[in-house]
T-cell receptor
Framework: GDSVTQMEGPVTLSEEAFLTINCTYT??????LFWYVQYPGEGLQLLLK?????DKGSNKGFEATYRKETTSFHLEKGSVQVSDSAVYFC???????????FGDGTTLTVKP | EAQVTQNPRYLITVTGKKLTVTCSQN?????MSWYRQDPGLGLRQIYY???????DKGDVPEGYKVSRKEKRNFPLILESPSPNQTSLYFC?????????????FGQGTRLTVV
């Protein structure tokens, strides 16, 4: 079945540092890939997505590229802020399917 | 405003006392889903629904029931809660289309079973 493996956390960075959170997946065919963010005390929000190979999703300075050859969707940001402190989830889902598979989540803490 | 509304946000109950967590969406989505979030285990899908009266088990359905009598509502039912169901629960409403799938999450329900 489908699975998503995320880089283990927690991750602690200083403000303005470069962020990478690794995500790899196992799935047949061509799933859509997502990064969700969960701020303290809130539900998950979609951060960015990519629906086909070589697509790059981007939002709020975050980017991730759908790499079919390495089955990866790593999240990057060039300069993190304290307000980026949150839990980040990588996920995949099938087009026209209600079933999504999530990674375990990576907790990011950014210190001033 | 597009919304997924869960109630209650917090609930403490005793073992064996039936409870229902409600979920409602205003986006006319066909797909809805329930997840539980536990430390170190990420999000695990409990049940999902493809449309009214159509539901299917996710990865961890034991001890839960769902119903989908109307498109907008997808309640989660714990007939006889046990302490191992203490968790943070999220309802999601899923937008689907050609090349598009996106989940919209509720705020979460923190359940404690003592």
């Amino acid at each position: 079945g489908d699975s998503v493996t995320q880089m283990e956390g927690p991750v602690t960075l200083s403000e303005e540092a470069f962020l990478t959170i690794n995500c790899t997946y196992t799935a047949t065919g061509y799933p859509s890939l997502f990064w969700y963010v969960q701020y303290p005390g809130e539900g998950l929000q979609l951060l960015l997505k990519a629906t086909k190979a070589d697509d790059k999703g981007s939002n709020k300075g975050f980017e991730a590229t759908y790499r079919k050859e390495t089955t990866s969707f790593h999240l990057e940001k060039g300069s993190v802020q304290v307000s980026d402190s949150a839990v980040y989830f990588c996920a995949l889902s099938r087009t026209n399917a209600g079933k999504s598979t999530f990674g375990d989540g990576t907790t990011l803490t950014v210190k001033p | 405003e597009a919304q997924v509304t869960q109630n209650p946000r917090y609930l403490i109950t005793v073992t064996g006392k039936k409870l229902t967590v409600t979920c409602s969406q205003n986006m006319n989505h066909e797909y809805m889903s329930w997840y539980r979030q536990d430390p170190g285990l990420g999000l695990r899908q409990i049940y999902y629904s493809m449309n009214v009266e159509v539901t299917d088990k996710g990865d961890v359905p034991e001890g839960y029931k769902v119903s989908r009598k109307e498109k907008r509502n997808f309640p989660l039912i714990l007939e006889s809660p046990s302490p191992n169901q203490t968790s943070l629960y999220f309802c999601a409403s899923i937008m689907t289309g050609v090349g598009v799938t996106e989940a919209f999450f509720g705020q979460g329900t923190r359940l404690t079973v003592v």
